[in-house]
């Protein structure tokens, strides 16, 4: 863990040095001036585990932006935003600018090498002249520093949980590509999964298929185990313990489970806390239900819109197993729990005519 960043540091010196040398050759236009504050930050960036991204465009709630530097950590999320004004500019209008054209508000630094204001969890959190040293020091531990807030309400948790899947499910893509490649312990696990999932699934199942499986297995197997209160369902669920065998083996090596999803905690208590309410099973399986139709929105679009992942209501669930037992009984004389009666359930998804 890198330590707090101190006046005296080599990369603050060499942000001021570079300055310096600007204002020697009365150099003062932004494109210039931004690369001192770039170096700075990819210099102090570094120990903490994250990597600058220049002039990346990113979806911010529905709107392409692009902020001078997107800062993500070893498991390719956003974890703050720089944006670059030129000295002869008002910062303060600059900044409304940037706020009307949707730009995240996060953890964001603006500067204009005299001054800076960092935005956090949507708030102003701190103004620093930048000519002073510690200020800067300062400005950059608090960015640094900075871990979003637990969301309030269900919806909010949802909205914002598919907004970030996408990220969440390439960079656990990345971390299954690469296993593929250098982790013969993973290589050995995934291929008995593999193989169980041509047998009891689909014999023509892909490997990007069951890839896909485990990413929205990592995603969503907290949130399943929480709501429904069950500690041990991926013990008995067959398909379930074989990709936490195959998980294992991933997370052994390539990256720490519990890091990657404590990012998400602040979705899943939100999510875990409106389900707590719910005493019901058949009410808990309705909302997991709602949860699972924004995931596959936010997770794959594609597959949402053309598979027409929408899931049916519970009343509708309700009236159609209540018709096939009346149907069955009175023209056949069987009951759904008859030992010769066989129920298929080919798109299970999340159970709802199983279980009921």
Same mark, same amino acid.
């Given at each position: 863990?890198?330590?707090?960043?101190?006046?005296?540091?080599?990369?603050?010196?060499?942000?001021?040095?570079?300055?310096?040398?600007?204002?020697?050759?009365?150099?003062?236009?932004?494109?210039?001036?931004?690369?001192?504050?770039?170096?700075?930050?990819?210099?102090?960036?570094?120990?903490?585990?994250?990597?600058?991204?220049?002039?990346?465009?990113?979806?911010?709630?529905?709107?392409?932006?692009?902020?001078?530097?997107?800062?993500?950590?070893?498991? @390719?999320?956003?974890?703050?935003?720089?944006? /670059?004004?030129?000295?002869?500019?008002?910062?303060?209008?600059?900044?409304?600018?940037?706020?009307?054209?949707?730009?995240?508000?996060?953890?964001?630094?603006?500067?204009?090498?005299?001054?800076?204001?960092?935005?956090?969890?949507?708030?102003?959190?701190? %103004?620093?002249?930048?000519?002073?040293?510690? /200020?800067?020091?300062?400005?950059? @531990?608090?960015?640094? %520093?900075?871990?979003?807030?637990?969301?309030?309400?269900?919806? /909010?948790?949802?909205?914002?949980?598919?907004?970030?899947?996408?990220?969440?499910?390439?960079?656990?893509?990345?971390?299954?590509?690469?296993?593929?490649?250098?982790?013969?312990?993973?290589?050995?696990?995934?291929?008995?999964?593999?193989?169980?999932?041509?047998?009891?699934?689909?014999? @023509?199942?892909?490997? %990007?298929?069951?890839?896909?499986?485990?990413?929205?297995?990592?995603?969503?197997?907290?949130?399943?185990?929480?709501?429904?209160?069950?500690?041990?369902?991926?013990?008995?669920?067959?398909?379930?313990?074989?990709?936490?065998?195959?998980?294992?083996?991933?997370?052994?090596?390539?990256? @720490?489970?519990?890091?990657?999803?404590?990012?998400?905690?602040?979705?899943?208590?939100?999510?875990?806390?409106?389900?707590?309410?719910?005493?019901?099973?058949?009410?808990?399986?309705?909302?997991?239900?709602?949860?699972?139709?924004?995931?596959?929105?936010?997770?794959?679009?594609?597959? %949402?819109?053309?598979?027409?992942?929408?899931?049916?209501?519970?009343?509708?669930?309700?009236?159609?197993?209540?018709?096939? /037992?009346?149907?069955?009984?009175?023209?056949?004389?069987?009951?759904?729990?008859?030992?010769?009666?066989?129920?298929?359930?080919?798109?299970?998804?999340?159970?709802?005519?199983i279980v009921n």
């Amino acid at each position: 863990m890198a330590g707090s960043i101190k006046p005296t540091d080599k990369a603050i010196k060499t942000y001021y040095a570079a300055l310096q040398d600007y204002r020697n050759e009365r150099v003062t236009h932004e494109g210039a001036l931004e690369t001192a504050f770039q170096r700075l930050l990819d210099q102090t960036a570094r120990p903490r585990r994250w990597f600058l991204v220049p002039k990346e465009s990113i979806r911010i709630k529905g709107k392409h932006v692009i902020p001078d530097g997107t800062l993500r950590d070893e498991f @390719n999320l956003h974890r703050g935003f720089w944006e /670059a004004k030129d000295t002869l500019d008002d910062l303060e209008v600059e900044i409304k600018k940037k706020m009307a054209k949707g730009y995240p508000l996060a953890n964001t630094i603006f500067e204009d090498t005299r001054r800076a204001v960092l935005f956090q969890n949507g708030g102003r959190a701190m %103004a620093a002249d930048l000519t002073d040293r510690q /200020a800067l020091a300062d400005l950059l @531990n608090l960015f640094y %520093a900075h871990t979003e807030p637990d969301i309030q309400g269900f919806e /909010a948790a949802v909205e914002e949980f598919k907004e970030r899947v996408p990220e969440l499910a390439r960079a656990l893509a990345g971390k299954i590509a690469e296993a593929h490649q250098k982790d013969p312990t993973f290589q050995a696990a995934f291929d008995s999964f593999f193989t169980l999932c041509q047998t009891a699934l689909n014999p @023509n199942i892909s490997v %990007a298929a069951v890839d896909e499986m485990l990413v929205q297995h990592l995603l969503t197997e907290r949130l399943i185990r929480k709501i429904f209160d069950d500690q041990e369902f991926t013990r008995r669920n067959v398909i379930a313990a074989e990709i936490e065998k195959v998980i294992t083996a991933l997370t052994r090596k390539s990256f @720490n489970r519990d890091e990657f999803l404590k990012s998400l905690d602040r979705f899943y208590r939100a999510i875990e806390g409106a389900a707590r309410v719910l005493e019901d099973f058949s009410e808990k399986q309705h909302f997991l239900n709602t949860v699972y139709e924004r995931f596959f929105q936010g997770y794959s679009v594609k597959v %949402a819109d053309t598979h027409g992942i929408v899931y049916t209501p519970q009343a509708i669930v309700d009236f159609m197993c209540a018709s096939v /037992a009346e149907v069955l009984e009175t023209e056949f004389g069987k009951k759904l729990g008859d030992k010769d009666v066989h129920i298929l359930d080919p798109c299970t998804g999340t159970g709802n005519f199983i279980v009921n």
